[in-house]
Every structure is written in C-alpha cells, then in structure tokens.
T-cell receptor, first 116, second 117 residues
Framework: GAGVSQSPSNKVTEKGKDVELRCDPISGHTALYWYRQSLGQGLEFLIYFQGNSAPDKSGLPSDRFSAERTGGSVSTLTIQRTQQEDSAVYLC??????????????FGAGTRLSVL | AQKITQTQPGMFVQEKEAVTLDCTYDTSDPSYGLFWYKQPSSGEMIFLIYQGSYDQQNATEGRYSLNFQKARKSANLVISASQLGDSAMYFCAMRGPSGAGSYQLTFGKGTKLSVIP
C-alpha cells in the first residue's frame, strides 16, 4: 500500500479483555516498529522487527504485551487482560534499511485504545 | 542514554511568518540522526526532515530547514512562510548510531504550533 495501515483506528474495551492491534507496513519495508503514545509518558518504543530476525522486545512494559510478525509483513500487537493504564494511542512504523544512518521511519495513523 | 528536550509546549505564529521550534539533545555517541515529525489532529506522524551528525550542511526540505548546532547539541526546526495547515504537534526525535540496539527513535515531548490567520 501507499503508507502504513493500522486497524482498528479506535478500540474500546473492558478491563480484563484481550485486544489485538494490526499493522500493515509499507510494501518492501523490512523493519517494523511499535510505539505507544500517552499523555503522561509521551512516545515510547515497544518492540522492533527486522526481517526474519528475533524481535527486540525490550520496550514492552509487561508480559501482558506481545507481538508477532507473519511472513515478514503484517504485525499484530496483542495486549492480554487489559488495564486502564494501557489506554493510549499505539503507533506502528516501518522503514527500509535499519542498518543505514538515515533510517526514516514512516508511521501509520495509530490505534486509539480506550480501556474502560 | 539519549534524551531529547523540547522546551516550548506551545507556540503561536502569524500566517506567512517564520517560526523556530527548539530542540536540544543529549547523547554520548558521535554518530546519530535527528528527525522532526509533524502530528496533525488526525494522529499520523509525518516525517519532515533529517539531519545526520556528520552532515556538514544544515538540512532543508522545502519550507522546512534545520538549524543544527552540534557543539550546543541543538537541532531547531525553522518553518518559513507558515500556513494554516502547519498547525499541529511537532516532535523532535533521535536515533543512535547504526547497529544493533540503536534503531528505535527517542522522542521529545513535542511542541504544539498554532498558526493564526
């Protein structure tokens, strides 16, 4: 596609439920990133995928968060047993070549998650 | 550890005037990249401009230019001839040197720019 696509754009869920957020990166981009944007914490890195390598999960805030990337393309971020503090905008980005200094990450419009 | 500081929570500028958004950074790495993104109310982060730490000249992209002062560790964004569509949040971000563990962006808290007609 022309840009990074995220779905759903908005998600309202009840505390304790599981949610899945989807990201479809720009075609041909080998690197994919998830960030979280909240009022209190700003923009935080969550997880990074590069090709078929094992992902860097160092930014995930708890073991309730997990992500996978199938076939080196679409990624799903899963939050289990959601808590109110998980309410935020979840942004996905993709880039061409992580090894170069000028590595421009292109972002999607995000998924706004509200946990009631 | 890398840190980005944007000291202006909000800025106002008259349409057609120029505006400078401040960004200072802290890193011990000699090789790094600096980015500016625009986030309108729709939520999408739009890449504006990039400056590499070894670049000799200040980056320019249309109406956007970057005032890069390496010794002061500042990378201010200059928007010339402001337009109403420039009203948005603006984020300064940094990426570390190429290599494992340096791919993520570290963001500042942003500056909300409002263009007044």
């Amino acid at each position: 596609g022309a840009g990074v696509s995220q779905s759903p754009s908005n998600k309202v869920t009840e505390k304790g439920k599981d949610v899945e957020l989807r990201c479809d990166p720009i075609s041909g981009h080998t690197a994919l990133y998830w960030y979280r944007q909240s009022l209190g914490q700003g923009l935080e890195f969550l997880i990074y995928f590069q090709g078929n390598s094992a992902p860097d999960k160092s930014g995930l805030p708890s073991d309730r968060f997990s992500a996978e990337r199938t076939g080196g393309s679409v990624s799903t971020l899963t939050i289990q047993r959601t808590q109110q503090e998980d309410s935020a905008v979840y942004l996905c980005a993709s880039s061409l070549d992580f090894g170069r200094a000028k590595n421009i990450q292109y972002f999607g419009a995000g998924t706004r998650l509200s946990v009631l | 550890a890398q840190k980005i500081t944007q000291t202006q929570p909000g800025m106002f500028v008259q349409e057609k005037e120029a505006v400078t958004l401040d960004c200072t950074y802290d890193t011990s790495d000699p090789s790094y990249g600096l980015f500016w993104y625009k986030q309108p109310s729709s939520g999408e982060m739009i890449f504006l401009i990039y400056q590499g730490s070894y670049d000799q000249q200040n980056a320019t992209e249309g109406r956007y230019s970057l005032n890069f002062q390496k010794a002061r560790k500042s990378a201010n964004l200059v928007i010339s001839a402001s337009q109403l569509g420039d009203s948005a949040m603006y984020f300064c971000a940094m990426r570390g040197p190429s290599g494992a563990g340096s791919y993520q962006l570290t963001f500042g808290k942003g500056t909300k720019l409002s263009v007044i007609p």
